[in-house]
């Protein structure tokens, strides 16, 4: 039996999306057929103490609070980096510089030239790297681009995305290091995923005309007082898409009731697609073919035709999970890196959904339409 190579990991930050990236690598290891095997090797964390606790039971060997050491450290081939977005350029040119390649969770920076600087660097060091967008390997918004793609739905009209979630909706929670002008505020934070899924079933976005609205306007700094926010709690946008069609997004963090409604909506002449991330192993499908009287949408469930679903499961509507989505952003990433192939969503499509996200700011703050570069 031929020994696969180690490919040993180094984690910054260990909480929700940390423990997402390790789950995505133990998984992946099991459930495809990768070139390496991945190792959880080094967790860097905000103190040793913290560190050591969630290298303990997350499964790494070792653990820092100085993530530079780590970074630095020969043995280390990837550097995870899921720590507050306003560290994420440090962190990821640091890494590049050490010959590293870099998975690095969505916003890549706050900045547009921040994020140019980000996908630059890595290019010009031939490293490979990739942006947390693991929504779009959900099986069903690969098949509902190749519905699209294949005529369909007909002539594309129309695209509404909606992220909402409400894990800022109460006023008396603290201000965080997403209230912070560095972290983003909602759009970054959730509308980054909605630009993400329109572009990947649509195509390029050309012109945006926002609207970026802070409905909570201080929060408690958690030692007594109280601190401004700036950033926004909701924001909404109307694209015109290179195509012809046109749509709208909202991404709002204080959407009471809401865990995870990353839903979207696509019209064309001949049929419609409706998908919800509540759901996320249906998607929906109108067909003005089908017969008068028997119109509708009709539920398409997510199973083994729908690769690489079967990998997980080989039953149709027992359902995959978001750590399996997880999973194959890691797999995928992991055959770019092995066998030299193009990112899945590197550093530079980080970049082009922050020039989308800068320039709905910029929209909403000149109350006009901007064009977007391409």
């Not at 700036?230 to 959407?255: H, K, P, Q, Y």
Request: aromatic fraction near 8%.
């Amino acid at each position: 039996m031929t020994t696969k190579p180690d490919f040993n990991v180094g984690l910054i930050g260990s909480g929700f999306m940390g423990k997402a990236h390790t789950f995505g690598y133990a998984s992946a290891a099991k459930v495809f057929d990768l070139a390496v095997n991945p190792v959880l090797h080094t967790l860097a964390d905000i103190s040793d103490a913290a560190a050591s606790k969630a290298a303990s039971a997350l499964g790494f060997a070792h653990a820092t609070s100085d993530w530079r050491k780590m970074v630095d450290d020969p043995a280390i081939h990837v550097v995870n980096i899921t720590a507050p977005n306003a560290l994420h350029k440090d962190m990821a040119l640091a890494a590049i510089a050490a010959g590293k390649h870099v998975y690095c969770e969505k916003p890549l920076a706050p900045l547009v030239a921040d994020a140019r600087e980000m996908a630059e660097a890595a290019e010009a060091a031939g490293v490979k790297t990739q942006v947390g967008f693991n929504y779009l390997c959900n099986p069903m918004l690969k098949l509902a681009r190749e519905m699209i793609e294949a005529g369909e739905l007909g002539e594309i009209r129309g695209f509404r995305g909606l992220h909402a979630e409400d894990y800022m909706a109460d006023a008396t929670g603290p201000y965080t290091f997403r209230h912070d002008p560095a972290g983003g505020g909602a759009l970054a934070d959730l509308g980054s995923h909605v630009l993400a899924t329109a572009e990947y079933l649509l195509g390029p976005v050309t012109e945006v005309m926002g609207d970026c609205v802070t409905m909570i306007p201080e929060r408690p700094d958690g030692y007594g007082g109280v601190k401004a926010v700036t950033v926004d709690d909701v924001a909404r946008a109307f694209l015109r898409f290179a195509s012809g069609a046109n749509g709208s997004l909202e991404a709002n963090w204080i959407a009471t009731g809401r865990k995870m409604q990353h839903d979207f909506e696509v019209w064309g002449s001949k049929g419609a697609l409706t998908f919800s991330q509540e759901r996320f192993n249906e998607l929906h499908f109108f067909d003005t073919r089908d017969a008068k009287g028997r119109q509708g949408f009709r539920r398409i469930e997510a199973g083994p035709d729908h690769a690489p679903y079967g990998r997980f499961c080989v039953a149709a509507g027992h359902q995959i999970g978001f750590n399996d989505l997880k999973a194959i952003e890691v797999a995928r990433f992991l055959e770019a890196i092995t066998s030299g192939a193009p990112e899945p969503y590197g550093f530079r499509a980080g970049l082009r959904i922050q020039m989308l996200v800068e320039a709905i700011h910029q929209s909403s703050s000149e109350r006009a339409w901007r064009s977007v570069p391409d």
